[in-house]
């Protein structure tokens, strides 16, 4: 059995090498796609009028409102929760945040029924809009790094859904 020439055998090993940068390229293509489509809003878009701002968000395909924020300047995400009486944090982020674990108070939930904490959030921001003082809730037991925001910070927005697409407005006369 003869060897193959040098030149033959280095070309052979280019076309591996190509057709694996390609393959990791598409990889990283689609699950960077895939991301997108999950999380529509990595970075909310604002609109400024004369006496309000608005954050418009995408559903995902599950027809949830998840966007990225802000709690106290340190990134977060949101899944927005209108059935929520209040902005829920898991324990782990609240730890994280650098919250403070306030007066204890039994909660409802799926799970069935739990001890949460009283916190108060600084400031809370979504796009442009941001909150003072809103009351949350540091829940123990909660899955995930998601934070539902629920009624205790939407009460102060408007919000109306439509075709798809959630618009939160903050009027900016007070």
């Known amino acids: 059995m003869s060897e193959q020439p040098a030149g033959r055998r280095a070309g052979r090993v280019m076309l591996v090498l190509a057709w694996g940068a390609g393959l990791l390229m598409a990889t ?13 809003n990595r970075q909310p878009e604002s609109v400024h009028g004369d006496d309000y701002v608005e954050v418009r968000l995408a559903s995902s395909p599950g027809g949830h409102y998840r966007a990225d924020g802000q709690i106290n300047g340190e990134a977060v ?25 306030g007066a204890p108070v039994q909660i409802r939930t799926a799970n069935g029924i739990a001890t949460a904490h009283r916190t108060r ?18 829940v123990p037991g909660m899955d995930g790094d998601e934070i539902l925001l ?11 859904q439509r075709d798809g697409t959630l618009m939160l407005r903050q009027s900016t006369l007070q």
Do not use: C, Y
């Open 121 to 138: 959030l600084e400031r809370l921001q979504l796009g442009d809009i941001i909150l003072h003082d809103v009351s949350a809730l540091i």
């Open 77 to 101: 995400s949101f899944l927005l929760d209108t059935g929520a009486t209040q902005v829920a944090i898991p324990s782990q982020v609240a730890r994280d945040l650098g919250l403070q674990a």
């Open 28 to 40: 990283h293509f689609f699950g960077n796609w895939e991301d997108a489509k999950q999380h529509p």
């Open 150 to 160: 629920g009624m205790s910070a939407l009460k102060h927005l408007e919000f109306s």
